[in-house]
């Protein structure tokens, strides 16, 4: 089963749950905002594909964050700072049934890795 994560409101959620739905794949939604996302998880999604591709630097929760917080990142303060501020994750997040792990949307990649129903 593909399982999507982020947040329901984000556009780029919901333009990947049109295509989803339009290409017939059956998934779960894990809304990380309202159920949370444990850390064991984050570390795995780090491990797979680092924490510079996971960390969304584009969002206003990022620009909101001190010059302190900003600087001098590692793997574990950008680890710390996504927990703490679970928006600054990319969306979606997706784990494939086929196990790939997909960040951001982008309709021609999804093609690629998503079995259609």
């Given amino acids: 089963m593909t399982t999507l994560y982020g947040i329901k409101n984000c556009d780029t959620i919901k333009k990947a749950f049109a295509w989803l739905d339009e290409a017939g794949v059956a998934y779960t939604f894990h809304d990380y905002k309202k159920v949370g996302l444990e850390k064991p998880k984050l570390m795995q999604w780090v491990k797979l594909l680092g924490w510079k591709t996971l960390l969304n630097t584009q969002g206003t929760t990022w620009r909101k964050l001190s ?5 001098d990142l590692t793997q574990g303060k950008a680890v710390a700072l996504m927990l703490e501020h679970l928006s600054l994750i990319r969306r979606p997040v997706v784990e494939c049934d086929n196990g790939q792990l997909l960040v951001g949307f982008d309709p021609a990649v999804f093609k690629s890795f998503i079995k259609h129903g």
């Fill in 67 to 71: 010059e302190e917080d900003r600087a």
